[in-house]
């Protein structure tokens, strides 16, 4: 008999399998990966919404705020844009509800959004000049705080 080269039909079948099957595997891992990186998580969706609140609120207390400004406008924007809280209950002190802001990815039952904004005095107990308010955020999505 002569000492015949290469492989059989069956052994190309065979072997194009096995490396079909690691390849769908591979692609699989692979799409899976991508589709967990591109969904944002939690914290991202409750530091974007930070962010925003931050912002909206820092425009809101440039424009209006801290010129005292009670117009029927000013105060319609205030509760258009916090969750129907008024100027004078924004800037009283205490926490305020901004549940309205939250992020869609977050329950309502164990989620919570709030602000306070604090007056801040210097020593002698007078406003200081650059800004005379401080602002806190508390998040909590889906039991996460941030």
Known sequence: MKNKKGFTLLESLMSMLIVAIIAGGVFATLMSARRAISQPTYREDMLFALESAKDMFQNFAVNNVADNSTSW?????????FCGNSISTLISGNDVNINCLLPETCGIDNSSFTLRVLRKYDSSHNPPTNSPYEV?????CNGETL
Do not use: T
């Not at 406008?73 to 844009?81: G, H, Q, S």
């Not at 806190?136 to 909590?140: D, G, H, M, Q, S």
């Open 136 to 140: 806190f955020f508390r998040i909590v």
């Open 73 to 81: 406008l000013v105060k319609d924007i205030a509760e258009e844009r």
